[in-house]
């Protein structure tokens, strides 16, 4: 790898990024050192090529029934999560999500501090941590545990971030999150997870858009089946205005956070790439109503949940549609997890 490379690299998938240190961060250190082999579906392994490592797609190391259990996250998604984590030289910061040990090798290029990071797969913080030995991030420390638990022998912690999907947050994060620290993290909202942050003060607020593998253990969403849907033939689509996939998400954080029937769907035919999904409003035992990219379609739903959901849609746009960190919450305990509750829109 040339410093060319890597530079180019940086300024590419820091694009969107104010802040120099995350910059410099992924200008120091070489990805390359930390993925080797990507996984397909089957769980067959091949090498990496260097084209692979420098492109700012997330990468599979590890599968399991199928589906993946480990990976390098999108750099562009690690990036903003970084910025938006506001870390600052000394900070002292947990990550849950080893993964391949890159984003904490990032964290400790920023704080130059401790870092401690968990992996519930014993393996992954096996690799991670001899990757970490030959970058020479001795700062890093990975530990294999339940990340639920958070890693109460080294707290505390000014900044304590997931890299996993998570159902809510664990009590033990806030015992071991220093009086001004925070929490950014993916939470499950609707069938997504866009990451929240939460400061001590139990105040929660959207941060970024986007998707993860979802934990595993206690800290694994509730409700996640992504069940298939199938639109009658023809559709019944009622036009709503046009979104690209970045307001699309933002549209259907903003349902979820007014309707807690959001779910997502799989849906044939509705998207050009066939691992996208649909924002769906079911009503139980009532049908359901599919939100697409710019239609309404309803599956078995009547005339009211549609006209439920195209005031939702309309109340959205009224209000200048809204971005998730327009969207502000208050946290609350329930089923072993903090939750975020009450959403409201505010400057
Ligand atoms: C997307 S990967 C993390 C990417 C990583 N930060 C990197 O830089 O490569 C998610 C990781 O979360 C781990 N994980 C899943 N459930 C967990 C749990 N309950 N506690 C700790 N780690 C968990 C998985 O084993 C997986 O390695």
Same mark, same amino acid.
């Given at each position: +790898?040339?410093?060319?490379?890597?530079?180019?690299?940086?300024?590419?998938?820091?694009?969107?990024?104010?802040?120099? /240190? &995350?910059?410099?961060?992924?200008?120091?250190?070489? *990805?390359?050192?930390?993925?080797?082999?990507?996984?397909?579906?089957?769980? *067959?392994?091949?090498? &990496?090529?260097?084209?692979?490592?420098?492109?700012?797609?997330?990468? &599979?190391?590890?599968?399991? %029934?199928?589906?993946?259990?480990?990976?390098?996250?999108?750099?562009?998604? +690690?990036? %903003?999560?970084?910025?938006?984590?506001?870390?600052?030289? #000394?900070?002292?910061?947990?990550?849950?999500?080893?993964?391949?040990?890159?984003?904490?090798?990032? =964290?400790?290029? =920023?704080?130059?501090?401790?870092?401690?990071?968990?992996?519930?797969?014993?393996? &992954?913080?096996?690799? /991670?941590?001899?990757?970490?030995?030959?970058?020479?991030?001795?700062?890093?420390?990975?530990?294999?545990?339940?990340?639920?638990?958070?890693?109460? %022998?080294?707290?505390?912690? %000014?900044?304590?971030?997931?890299?996993?999907?998570?159902?809510?947050?664990?009590?033990?994060?806030?015992?071991?999150?220093?009086?001004?620290?925070? =929490?950014?993290?993916? =939470?499950?909202? #609707? $069938?997504?997870?866009?990451?929240?942050?939460?400061?001590?003060?139990?105040?929660?607020? $959207?941060?970024?858009?986007?998707?993860? +593998?979802?934990?595993?253990?206690?800290?694994?969403?509730?409700?996640?089946?992504?069940?298939?849907?199938?639109?009658?033939?023809?559709?019944?689509?009622?036009?709503?205005?046009?979104?690209?996939?970045?307001?699309?998400?933002?549209?259907?954080?903003?349902?979820?956070?007014?309707?807690?029937?959001?779910? *997502?769907?799989?849906?044939?035919?509705?998207?050009?790439?066939?691992?996208?999904?649909?924002?769906?409003?079911?009503?139980?035992?009532?049908?359901?109503?599919?939100?697409?990219?710019?239609?309404?379609?309803?599956?078995?739903?009547?005339?009211?949940? +549609?006209?439920?959901?195209?005031?939702?849609?309309?109340?959205?746009?009224?209000?200048?549609?809204?971005?998730?960190?327009?969207?502000?919450?208050?946290?609350?305990?329930?089923?072993?997890?903090?939750?975020?509750?009450?959403?409201?829109?505010?400057?």
């Amino acid at each position: +790898m040339t410093d060319d490379r890597l530079h180019r690299y940086a300024t590419n998938v820091t694009a969107g990024v104010s802040d120099r /240190a &995350v910059v410099d961060a992924f200008a120091r250190v070489p *990805r390359e050192y930390f993925v080797h082999r990507v996984v397909d579906p089957d769980g *067959r392994a091949t090498a &990496v090529t260097p084209e692979q490592v420098y492109t700012d797609e997330a990468l &599979v190391t590890r599968v399991s %029934d199928g589906r993946p259990s480990s990976s390098s996250s999108q750099p562009s998604l +690690m990036a %903003d999560m970084l910025e938006k984590l506001r870390l600052r030289p #000394g900070h002292r910061v947990l990550e849950v999500g080893t993964g391949t040990g890159y984003n904490a090798a990032l =964290i400790a290029a =920023i704080t130059g501090a401790p870092v401690v990071t968990v992996d519930v797969q014993p393996d &992954v913080v096996a690799d /991670a941590t001899a990757a970490l030995a030959r970058v020479g991030a001795d700062s890093v420390t990975a530990v294999n545990a339940d990340g639920y638990l958070g890693a109460p %022998d080294h707290g505390p912690f %000014d900044r304590i971030i997931a890299t996993v999907g998570i159902g809510g947050v664990p009590p033990a994060w806030f015992d071991q999150l220093a009086p001004d620290g925070m =929490i950014l993290a993916p =939470i499950e909202h #609707g $069938g997504i997870q866009p990451c929240l942050t939460v400061t001590p003060d139990l105040a929660g607020r $959207g941060a970024v858009r986007s998707g993860f +593998m979802l934990a595993a253990g206690a800290l694994h969403p509730r409700a996640t089946a992504t069940l298939p849907m199938t639109l009658p033939d023809p559709p019944d689509a009622v036009p709503v205005p046009p979104l690209d996939p970045n307001r699309y998400y933002a549209l259907w954080f903003g349902l979820a956070a007014r309707d807690d029937r959001v779910e *997502r769907r799989t849906v044939d035919g509705l998207f050009e790439k066939p691992w996208q999904t649909a924002c769906t409003v079911t009503e139980p035992g009532g049908g359901s109503v599919v939100v697409g990219l710019d239609a309404l379609y309803p599956v078995g739903a009547d005339a009211g949940l +549609m006209t439920q959901v195209r005031a939702l849609v309309g109340e959205w746009h009224a209000a200048g549609g809204p971005e998730v960190w327009d969207w502000h919450c208050r946290f609350t305990f329930g089923d072993g997890l903090w939750l975020p509750t009450g959403w409201r829109l505010e400057p």
